[in-house]
């Protein structure tokens, strides 16, 4: 295929396959950070509000370091870091690591934040009717806590997809780091990060989009914001 | 009645004691709550307990099944007793309905999902077993055609009426009330004291804290009067009304007939 001129700037057809395998590395690392984030951010959330002594410091601890140090820092410290303890992993393995553990810490604080929206009689209801306090936060509160918490949540799923790019840091070839090696290689950097900006934004809109199909599906009168006229 | 206890192995005679209250204390920080209160209810009963604000009488109710943890004092249900040691307080609470004055239905399920999730996670029937049950009770309180509606969808009457489904679907041996109808526009206490009075003339045993008098007057075997943390005077309403041995019953009560009137 013929390279393409648009007003002085060159891309060249050739760069497509080389950053389709980094966008589906990307895809493949935001989708597992993101896995293992809501994962142990539920976790955390569940200990940060329902547990007391050592549960309630380490989960708070947790949530503190993971907010309090830069993200590249983490990354850094599990690529790098780790092996001085014998733990040698893949640059994709230590990217997924990092970044989940990191979101999983924001997630939790989103989680958090809905659990504790939730009223207090919700729990007094299904505690009265013999409820444990497990069966109460599986049945009662989390379905609410986890409609509620879609929209700002929405916010921190789009930040893990833009934010994986700094796995190229750590030589994963994701999105990003085919832009990098082709930039490189043409000297085209300026048409290459067009190209890759235009990427994430299209993703962005993708993911979105699904995000809010999901808030309309799970959507239950009462909770949450209503759509259209107030009641 | 010695002759018909008899005949029942389980002990369910009309005479049965099904809840046993002796001298109940519960202090929140400084202020004493509760300062030994003491009743019994016998199976099939309706008591009625008023009140001022702020004399503990939502306070006692949650204390039964130790929703609010006791300081003091001993709570028997049946033989069960549920201030013992080792007592498996879910399988009480299972056997105790719970009315709130804030209904405090599951606001992302259905009226009949309301009912039914004690049914499912607690009792552990079988779905089509619970989903009878739901209906039933659905119907029971007059809503079987708001099966799928959710709460926001219907009045608070309706959601009150639902939340006595939802107590009566765990066939308790006893349910409690609290303030039922205190947070209902006026036009609609009437649904919910009716289906109440319905309760209480099946020959449910029911403890409820309520203001209104109509609702004592046409379904409470007792009256039972608190201040201060303590039970003042109980006995039938009647007697209450007519001839009650202290002057602060005497008050109180023409007070809340004034404000609540006689029907409801």
């Known amino acids: 295929m013929d390279k393409i001129e648009l007003g002085g700037l060159v891309f060249d057809p050739a760069w497509l396959p080389k950053l389709g395998q980094g966008l589906v590395v990307t895809l493949e690392i935001t989708g597992l950070c993101i896995a293992l984030g809501i994962v142990l951010g539920l976790i955390l959330a569940v200990l940060r509000v329902y547990g007391r002594g050592p549960l309630y410091w380490l989960s708070s601890l947790y949530v503190q370091f993971f907010r309090g140090t830069p993200l590249l820092v983490q990354l850094l410290m599990v690529y790098y870091g780790l092996p001085s303890w014998g733990i040698v992993l893949s640059p994709f393995v230590s990217g997924v690591i990092a970044l989940g553990l990191n979101t999983a810490a924001y997630q939790a604080e989103y989680f958090r934040g809905a659990i504790q929206s939730i009223p207090r009689g919700q729990m007094l209801a299904a505690r009265s009717m013999g409820m444990t306090r497990a069966q109460a936060i599986r049945y009662v509160i989390l379905p609410q806590a986890l409609r509620l918490v879609i929209p700002p949540w929405s916010n921190e799923l789009i930040l893990m997809l833009k934010y994986s790019s700094i796995v190229y840091m750590v030589t994963v070839i994701d999105l990003m780091g085919a832009a990098r090696t082709i930039a490189a290689r043409t000297f085209r950097y300026f048409e290459v990060f067009i190209l890759v900006a235009l990427i994430y934004l299209a993703l962005v809109f993708l993911l979105s989009w699904l995000l809010r199909r999901l808030e309309e599906r799970v959507r239950v009168p009462g909770l949450g914001m209503e759509r259209g006229a107030p009641h | ?264």
């Not at chain 2, 939502?58 to 943890?69: A, D, G, P």
């Not at chain 2, 009647?238 to 041995?245: A, G, T, V």
């Open chain 2, 1 to 264: 009645m010695e002759r018909e206890r008899d005949t029942d192995t389980s002990r369910r005679g009309p005479d049965e004691v099904v809840l046993r209250v002796e001298d109940l204390h519960k202090r929140y920080g400084r202020e004493e709550v509760l300062k030994g209160v003491s009743f019994e209810v016998r199976r099939g009963e309706t008591k009625v307990i008023v009140g001022p604000s702020g004399t503990g009488k939502s306070t006692l109710l949650r204390c039964i099944t130790r929703l609010t943890e006791p300081d003091r004092g001993r709570i028997w249900l049946g033989d069960v007793e549920v201030t013992g040691r080792g007592v498996d307080l879910n399988r009480v609470r299972a056997s105790v309905g719970f009315v709130f004055q804030d209904f405090n239905l599951f606001t992302h399920l259905t009226a009949l999902d309301n009912v039914r999730i004690g049914l499912l996670k607690v009792k552990k029937l079988p779905k089509d077993e619970a989903t009878e049950i739901a209906r039933k009770q659905l119907e029971h309180v007059g809503l079987a055609h708001k099966a799928d509606a959710y709460p926001a969808e219907l009045s608070g009457g309706q959601q009150q009426r639902v939340a006595i489904a939802r107590a009566l679907a765990m066939e308790p041996k006893l349910i409690l009330f609290d303030e039922p109808t205190s947070a209902l526009d006026p036009e609609l206490t009437g649904e919910v004291l009716d289906v109440m009075v319905a309760l209480a003339k099946e020959g449910m045993t029911m403890v409820v804290v309520s203001h209104e008098i109509g609702f004592a007057r046409a379904a409470a075997d007792e009256l039972i009067f608190m201040e201060g943390g303590v039970i003042v005077e109980q006995g039938p309403p009647d007697q209450l009304f007519r001839q009650p041995k202290y002057p602060r019953t005497a008050e109180f009560l023409r007070k809340i007939t004034a404000l609540y009137g006689e029907t409801g």
